[in-house]
């Protein structure tokens, strides 16, 4: 017994670790460095679908803080799951800016529509996106380290951060791990 439960730990430690890894514990944008301010995986039904990191200049733990702040930031997502294509991604990212928004995406479905726009390649495993924040400008929208759109105002980041960090995020403990510091594998 006392075996399986160390397993499972040194499991879920080496699995943590590699999300720190993979994520990397700064993002150059620019001439400016944001650090790993947390990590986590979002699974579901036991399978791990993508990696997020969430990049700030000041490390915190205040989820308002953050989705608030008109200061260069970013999040990363690394999908690790073939399942993934671009249907679902955009069907997952649509479900949680209706949550972000509770339950009134219509106030930006223009951006809504600017980020399907930008997220119009197909998808696969391994793909990155990062979704980098810059002030008075917008929402970068990357994959893969190159530029696929951008969607002006602070609004939208707002709404798009919320997936992961608002009140009502599609998974709390990565909501958690995000702005904790740590590295989650839930």
């Given at each position: 017994m006392l075996r399986r439960v160390l397993l499972?730990?040194?499991m879920f430690a080496s699995i943590a670790s590699t999300v720190h890894a993979e994520m990397?514990?700064?993002?150059?944008?620019?001439?400016?460095?944001?650090?790993?301010?947390?990590?986590?995986?979002?699974t579901k039904t036991f399978v791990q679908i993508?990696?997020?990191?969430?990049?700030?200049q000041t490390p915190t733990q205040n989820a308002k803080a953050v989705l608030d702040g008109d200061e260069l930031m970013?999040?990363?997502?690394?999908?690790?799951?073939?399942?993934?294509?671009?249907?679902?991604?955009v069907a997952s990212l649509q479900e949680?800016?209706?949550?972000?928004?509770n339950g009134k995406p219509e106030?930006?479905?223009r951006e809504t529509e600017q980020l399907q726009q930008a997220l119009r390649d197909e998808v696969k495993k391994n793909d990155v996106f990062d979704f980098v924040y810059v002030p008075n400008?917008?929402?970068?929208?990357?994959?893969?380290?190159?530029?696929?759109?951008?969607?002006p105002g602070l609004a939208f980041k707002q709404a798009l951060f919320g997936v992961w960090l608002s009140d009502s995020p599609v998974d709390k403990e990565l909501?958690?791990?995000?702005?904790?510091?740590?590295?989650?594998?839930?």
């Open positions: 499972c730990f040194f990397g514990s700064q993002l150059k944008i620019g001439e400016q460095v944001l650090q790993l301010n947390g990590a986590g995986v979002r993508y990696e997020s990191g969430l990049y700030l970013a999040i990363r997502v690394r999908i690790t799951s073939g399942f993934v294509n671009r249907a679902s991604l949680g800016l209706a949550q972000s928004t106030t930006l479905a400008k917008g929402l970068h929208v990357l994959k893969n380290g190159k530029v696929q759109g951008m969607i909501r958690q791990a995000m702005l904790a510091g740590k590295h989650s594998s839930y």
